[in-house]
């Protein structure tokens, strides 16, 4: 198709082309962003804890006054717990991933190194920890029994022998080596701590340090006592043995508090709350911004028909068909479309470094830019097709009296 004459009649309707051009811009610059937006969200609240989530439930306690002998305590109410009917394995440990603790610590692979090498989270718990956990080992071994120490006998100068690291904070520390007996400086102890495993993945307790080093994590066989218990059982069972481990642990100690309790996937869904929430809003961000932009493009597109009328009857009159009438108005909008979407990416990336400037947010991935400009493209198809559809129904007869 000649598109010369389409361009001669834009020309002629410089506003209403403009107004096309301009919401169209600006719709393909939110929407990229939008989606964007969207797409970050989704991936973080897709990120693998490493973990077994659906078996797992968690427990935190607290208990009235001091206990002077809570290593002692917490193996009796770990024994409690593994009796309970339905329990698989269960562990002490100072935390599951994304609930309200966090332990960090800095690592340098050098004694007297001035500048650590990174800053991992840290995961400490009992014999049973990696099976309560659901850990998948890739190199190297599980804690031996005789490496376990008592949180409470650890004092200045106890050395921890042995850590197990996730494959990407070994990668990291060690790359293109094998990280297994290797040494590790932290502030566990004066000794250095040397690497027996390596695990599939593990999730950090909660994104300090950013995306990157979501899995810079590490286990040490330390026994906690910090009241907070993990269970892994069958994922159909795990209210049912909530239950019972909780007043198991209130039938070992009648002035405990039970702080928290609850699935692990509980736990996960509330710490992306907001995450899905804000997905969920920039949906319909976009969904409304499409809607309004369709809805506009059909508005225009009915008034130039109706200016048009004895345009089409003309051409009608001189031999076009119905499909030739309606390819004419459905180009006349790719031509707007794709002038709107051009200054549109334009404008997503600016919109993108603004963004940038006052929000911690990655730059824009080139691929969401055809994405937008497709989903444009097709609107834009979309609703130019009714108009275009009645001003291609004009009889000739109308023409031969609007002449």
Same mark, same amino acid.
């Given at each position: 198709?000649?598109?010369?004459?389409?361009?001669?009649?834009?020309?002629?309707?410089?506003?209403?082309?403009?107004?096309?051009?301009?919401?169209? +811009?600006?719709?393909? =610059?939110?929407?990229?962003?939008?989606?964007?937006?969207?797409?970050?969200?989704?991936?973080?609240?897709?990120?693998?804890? /490493?973990? +077994?989530?659906?078996?797992?439930?968690?427990?935190?306690? =607290?208990?009235?006054?001091?206990?002077?002998?809570?290593?002692?305590?917490?193996?009796?109410?770990?024994?409690?717990?593994?009796?309970?009917?339905?329990? !698989?394995?269960?562990?002490?440990?100072?935390?599951?991933?994304?609930?309200?603790?966090?332990?960090?610590?800095?690592?340098?692979?050098?004694?007297?190194?001035?500048?650590?090498?990174?800053?991992?989270?840290?995961?400490?718990?009992?014999?049973?920890?990696?099976?309560?956990?659901?850990?998948?080992?890739?190199?190297?071994?599980?804690?031996?029994?005789?490496? #376990?120490?008592?949180?409470? !006998?650890?004092?200045?100068?106890?050395?921890?022998?042995?850590?197990?690291?996730?494959? +990407?904070?070994?990668?990291?520390?060690?790359?293109?080596?094998?990280?297994?007996?290797?040494?590790?400086?932290?502030?566990?102890?004066?000794?250095?701590? !040397?690497?027996?495993?390596?695990?599939?993945?593990?999730?950090?307790?909660?994104?300090?340090?950013?995306?990157?080093?979501?899995?810079?994590?590490?286990?040490?066989?330390?026994?906690?006592?910090?009241?907070?218990? =993990?269970?892994?059982?069958?994922?159909?069972?795990?209210?049912?043995?909530?239950?019972?481990?909780?007043?198991?642990?209130?039938?070992?100690?009648?002035?405990?508090?039970?702080?928290?309790? /609850?699935?692990?996937?509980?736990?996960?869904?509330?710490?992306?709350?907001?995450?899905? +929430?804000?997905?969920?809003?920039?949906?319909?961000?976009?969904?409304?911004?499409?809607?309004?932009?369709?809805?506009?493009?059909? /508005?225009?597109?009915?008034?130039?028909?109706?200016?048009?009328?004895?345009?089409?009857?003309?051409?009608?009159?001189? /031999?076009?068909?119905?499909?030739?009438?309606?390819? #004419?108005?459905?180009?006349?909008?790719?031509?707007?479309?794709?002038?709107?979407?051009?200054?549109?990416?334009?404008?997503?990336?600016?919109?993108?470094?603004?963004?940038?400037?006052?929000?911690?947010?990655?730059?824009?991935?080139?691929?969401?830019?055809?994405?937008?400009?497709?989903?444009?493209?097709?609107?834009?198809?979309?609703?130019?097709?009714?108009?275009?559809?009645?001003?291609? =129904?004009?009889?000739?007869?109308?023409?031969?009296?609007?002449?």
């Amino acid at each position: 198709m000649d598109i010369r004459p389409i361009l001669s009649t834009l020309r002629r309707h410089k506003t209403a082309s403009a107004l096309i051009v301009i919401e169209i +811009a600006l719709s393909c =610059a939110i929407v990229c962003n939008a989606l964007f937006l969207i797409g970050t969200r989704l991936d973080r609240m897709a990120r693998d804890t /490493g973990m +077994a989530n659906d078996e797992i439930v968690r427990i935190n306690t =607290a208990g009235i006054g001091t206990d002077d002998n809570a290593d002692a305590a917490v193996k009796t109410d770990l024994a409690a717990l593994r009796a309970v009917p339905g329990v !698989k394995y269960a562990t002490s440990t100072n935390h599951v991933p994304f609930d309200s603790s966090s332990w960090n610590s800095s690592v340098s692979i050098k004694p007297d190194q001035q500048i650590p090498s990174m800053n991992a989270g840290v995961y400490l718990g009992d014999e049973q920890m990696l099976e309560t956990f659901g850990l998948k080992i890739i190199a190297g071994r599980d804690f031996l029994p005789e490496e #376990y120490v008592d949180m409470g !006998k650890i004092k200045i100068g106890t050395s921890i022998p042995s850590a197990i690291l996730t494959r +990407a904070m070994a990668e990291k520390l060690f790359p293109g080596e094998s990280a297994l007996g290797k040494l590790l400086h932290d502030s566990w102890g004066e000794k250095p701590i !040397k690497i027996v495993g390596v695990v599939e993945s593990l999730i950090r307790p909660n994104d300090n340090g950013g995306p990157a080093e979501a899995q810079y994590s590490m286990l040490l066989p330390i026994r906690p006592t910090a009241g907070r218990f =993990a269970i892994r059982t069958s994922p159909e069972r795990r209210e049912e043995v909530l239950k019972a481990a909780v007043a198991a642990l209130e039938k070992v100690n009648r002035s405990r508090i039970i702080m928290d309790q /609850g699935t692990f996937t509980d736990v996960i869904g509330e710490y992306y709350r907001q995450d899905k +929430a804000m997905a969920w809003l920039l949906s319909a961000v976009c969904i409304a911004l499409m809607v309004v932009t369709a809805l506009g493009i059909v /508005g225009l597109a009915s008034f130039w028909v109706q200016q048009r009328t004895k345009q089409i009857g003309v051409r009608r009159a001189l /031999g076009a068909t119905r499909s030739q009438i309606l390819r #004419y108005f459905q180009t006349e909008n790719f031509l707007l479309a794709s002038i709107g979407i051009v200054l549109g990416m334009l404008g997503a990336f600016g919109l993108n470094q603004l963004l940038m400037t006052y929000y911690e947010l990655p730059r824009l991935p080139a691929m969401y830019l055809p994405v937008g400009a497709v989903a444009l493209w097709m609107l834009g198809q979309i609703a130019v097709y009714g108009p275009a559809k009645r001003a291609a =129904a004009v009889p000739p007869a109308v023409a031969t009296r609007s002449v």
